[in-house]
Every structure is written in C-alpha cells, then in structure tokens.
C-alpha cells in the first residue's frame, strides 16, 4: 500500500511540475486572486477566472501556541507547508494543479487520538495526559475544463494522504487516505448567463492504531494519564481499556452529492450562485487481525447542505466583491455494538459568511481594503450521558492593506487587520451524577472557551522582488495575536480550563516563473 501511494504520488509530482512551467500573472490584485480559488472550487469557471499560464512555488513555516484553545487542540503548534500549483491551456483544455506537503509537530495534544479532518468522529481513543504528534499530509488537486461551443465539460480529483503518530506514551499512530472526484456540465444560454450540474462522489479511510510503550502503565492499577479511553458520542461513555495492548480499528467513508452552478453577467457586474448537497457515510469497525474479521462498531450518517453568491465589478482603477456564504452540516449515529444499535449523538453545524472587499490601483500604490462577518452555531447532544452543548457566535474582521511599486518594480506591502469575536447564545447541560474524565477535561473547558469576548490585531509585512522576464521572489512575515476576556465561572469541577492568549506566527517565501 505504501508503496503505490508513493508511485502515485510520484507520478503526479512529476506532471505537476510540468504543467506549472508558466508565468504568474496575478501577484497583486487580491480581489482577483480570490475569485481565481473560488474558480478552484468550483470549476465550471475554471476557464473563466483562472489565468491561461501562471505558476508559483511556495514554502511556508509556521507557528501557534497560548492557551486560548479547545481542550483537544494543541497548545503549541509548528507547521512546515511547501507546495507547487499552476495553470496552463492545452489545445481547448484548461487545466490546473497542485502538490502540497505539510508536516505538523503538535505539543500538549489531549483527549484526541483523532484526526483533524473529522472533527465530529462520534467514535475515538483518548487520554488526558498531553501526547506529542508528528503530523504528515500529501495532498494532490486537479482541476480540468473544455468548451464546446456553448457546452463545456469540467471536472476535478482531490487525493490526500496522511501519517499521523503520536510519539511518546500512549502511541498511537493513524494512516488517512481520501479521494475525492466531480464530473459536471454547463451550458450558456446567451451571451451573459450561463448554468451548470455536477456530480460528486469521494471514498476514504480512517485507520488507527492505539498502543502501550510501556505496559507498566497497562498492568498498573492506578489511574495514569497514560491510560487510553473509548470516548462514544459527547462523553457518553470513556471506557478504560487497561487490558488492551493494542487497539485497532477504522472508519471507512462514502460519500456522495450535486452541485448547481449559475452565472449571470450584467452592467452592473457578474454574479456567481452556487447551491451543494453531499451525504457521507462512516463505519467505524474494531479490526481484529489475528482473528481476520471486524466489528461493526458505530454508524455515522452527516449531511452537508449549502450556497454560494458572489458578485465582482471593475471599473477602470477600482475593484470590488461581495461573497455570501452558508453551509449547515447534520450529522446522526448509531452505536451498534451496544443497547441494539440505539441512536446517541446528534450534531449541527452551521456557518454563514458575509464578505465584502475593494482595491483601488493607483499608479505607484495599491490598497486593498476586506471586512468580514461570521456566525456560527454548533449543537452536540449526547443522549447516553444527557450532555448538550448549543451555542452560537459572531465573529469579524476589519483589514487594510497597502503596496508600494518602486521605480525597479519592486513591491513592498503592509497589511493591518482588526479581529474581534462575541458569543450570542450559549445552552449547556450535564447531570452531574453523569460526569465523567470527558467532561472534566473537554466538555467545561470548551463550553468557558465558547462563551469568551476575544479581540485581536494581524499585521503582515511583504517584499516582491522582480527577477528576470516575468520572474519574481516574494517574502511574508505574518504575525497574529488573539486575546479572550470575560470568560464565565461555570461552578463545576474542572481540570482544565482556557487561558486568554494565543498567538500565530508565519514565514514564507514564493518563487514564481
């Protein structure tokens, strides 16, 4: 298996490489950039709103750490990032691509034998003592789209994999794959309005394996934090499993969905719609390998609805966008390998997003101004323990950004950003004779890091250098502090409880040819 994923991964470095031998065109204009990823995901503009020809090669290290957190993040983080991703037109096809490799060195991670892709997993290894991961992901992306008078045919391919290993007591190691495919139609029905239909459908697998490197701790009685629990639903149950040397089980997934696509071009700007479905389904089965079977052991159905709006205008020195956004995510188990496969979590997660941004060029300047606005809500309820969490926040962002062009083409940008956040609602409930390590170390922590007025500020500071022809070197330095206030006494016992500080770092550097 490791060894196909390697040649497969080989194979489409290889053609990566080659199809981003191009030239960026876009370093500047922000506005555009982001429509350019919005064509990414969602490529039946493919054609439309990604350059003909562009490439860039870009390496990134960086860094968070604070207390401000959610129990089972990390409370240090350091991430090295490089990837390769381009454009280019061959006959009538336009095609676009990416290689990433990210590697993660997370510190202090509790209660989270888990990956960070599925965060609702109904069914999970934990312990309370803070473990060490090392985290490796490879991900592979391509995006293709031919016209055909008024017809086109688009499409793209998603394939990660993923190494994560924890690596001191308890171990615990996890191997991901994901493939993820769209296929999809559009036609224009005039000059200005054009529509589209996409099919989509993805495979992976979750696969974990949960170890003692010192079975001292197994054997002993006493409780240690290098013990591992079975976390099920929201703190239903942590079951203590002193007696199992070596735990294996996975989640297979299969998911499937449609999206729908419309544009429409006016006077007064384009407009962009777009409107998702996706249905996923999880089986978590306990792989006992000497006896060559499984046990079904939870079922996870969620649900994933959605739409997109987008609007953009230039006009001569000016740009402009306005993005709506909404995603409302259900999901539903069923614990099959207790009380006759009952049904125990239920989950929602919605997320709407407004954002509205400008760019005015200027001959020697460049200023780009963003401001955004995000309300979530989330509701876990465990109907084992009688636990619920419900809570809704707002979140925003003010951002302005100013580039100086020299006399030798050089760029040199600053960008401030004011943050600021505030919950909204906030419904919570345990019966105390039902508390257990979950709640104590994860449930009470996030419900106090939910309920939290944060205020914060992102300063980034760039530097392009013009090389020959078309191309160009580029630095960022960006630093990020966020600090939470007004935190509530929730009169329970704790062992863990949210700091009020966190604060993110990054260096990158891009070549682009």
């Known amino acids: 298996m490791q060894q196909t994923n390697k040649y ?129 992901n490879y991900t592979i992306q391509a995006r293709g789209q031919r016209y055909f008078k008024e017809w086109s045919v688009f499409g793209g391919l998603d394939y990660r994999i993923g190494d994560h290993f924890s690596n001191n007591d308890p171990r615990g190691s996890i191997d991901v794959i994901q493939v993820n495919g769209q296929l999809g139609v559009s036609r224009k029905l005039g000059a200005d309005l054009e529509i589209g239909l996409e099919a989509r459908y993805g495979y992976g697998q979750e696969s974990f394996e949960v170890a003692f490197k010192n079975e001292n701790y197994v054997l002993s009685p006493a409780v240690t934090p290098y013990l591992n629990y ?70 996870y159905a969620i649900g994933d609805i ?21 995603t409302m995510r259900s999901g539903k188990d069923k614990v099959v390998f207790q009380a006759n496969g009952i049904n125990n979590l239920v989950y929602q997660y919605d997320t709407h997003r407004a954002k509205l941004a400008h760019t005015y060029y200027a001959r020697k300047w460049q200023f780009h101004f963003e401001g955004s606005a995000d309300m979530t809500s989330e509701t876990r309820q465990d109907g084992g323990s009688g636990t619920l969490l419900d809570y809704s926040r707002l979140d925003g962002s003010l951002s302005a950004m100013a580039t100086y062009i020299t006399r030798k083409n050089q760029h040199v940008h600053l960008s401030l950003m004011g943050l600021a956040g505030k919950p909204l609602s906030m419904n919570w409930s345990v019966p105390e004779i039902n508390e257990n390590m979950f709640h104590r170390y994860v449930y009470f922590h996030d419900v106090t890091y939910y309920q939290a007025n944060t205020q914060g500020a992102r300063v980034e500071l760039g530097f392009r250098q013009h090389l020959k022809r078309k191309d160009f070197v580029r630095l960022l330095a960006t630093w990020q502090t966020i600090s939470a206030s007004d935190l509530p006494d929730l009169g329970r016992q704790t062992a863990t409880l949210p700091g009020s500080k966190r604060n993110y770092f990054a260096l990158s550097l891009a070549y682009g040819f």
């Open 306 to 326: 959605g739409a997109d709006l987008m609007w953009q205008l230039k006009r001569e020195k000016r740009a402009y966008l306005v993005q709506l956004s909404s």
């Open 8 to 136: 497969i991964l080989w194979v489409c470095f290889t053609f990566l490489c080659q199809i981003t031998l191009a030239q960026e065109s876009n370093t500047l204009d922000t506005i555009q950039r982001q429509i350019r990823y919005f064509a990414v995901d969602h490529p039946m503009w493919l054609h439309e709103s990604v350059e003909n020809r562009y490439t860039l090669l870009h390496a990134q290290y960086s860094g968070s750490q604070g207390d401000y957190r959610l129990a089972q993040d990390a409370g240090k983080v350091r991430s090295t990032n490089v990837n390769s991703e381009g454009s280019i037109t061959l006959k009538d096809v336009r095609l676009w691509g990416r290689f990433a490799y990210n590697r993660t060195l997370e510190d202090s991670t509790r209660f989270g034998h888990q990956t960070r892709q599925n965060p609702s997993a109904p069914f999970y290894f934990a312990s309370y003592g803070n473990n060490h991961y090392v985290r490796t």
């Open 230 to 299: 079975a976390v099920i639903g929201y703190g239903w149950q942590t079951n203590d499993w002193l007696l199992a040397r070596g735990i294996h089980y996975q989640n297979d997934m299969n998911r499937y969905g449609s999206q729908a696509y419309i544009s429409y071009n006016t006077e007064i700007g384009k407009f962009y719609a777009t409107a998702h479905y996706k249905q996923e389904q999880q089986v978590y089965q306990q792989v006992l390998r000497n006896e060559s079977r499984n046990n079904v052991l939870n079922e």
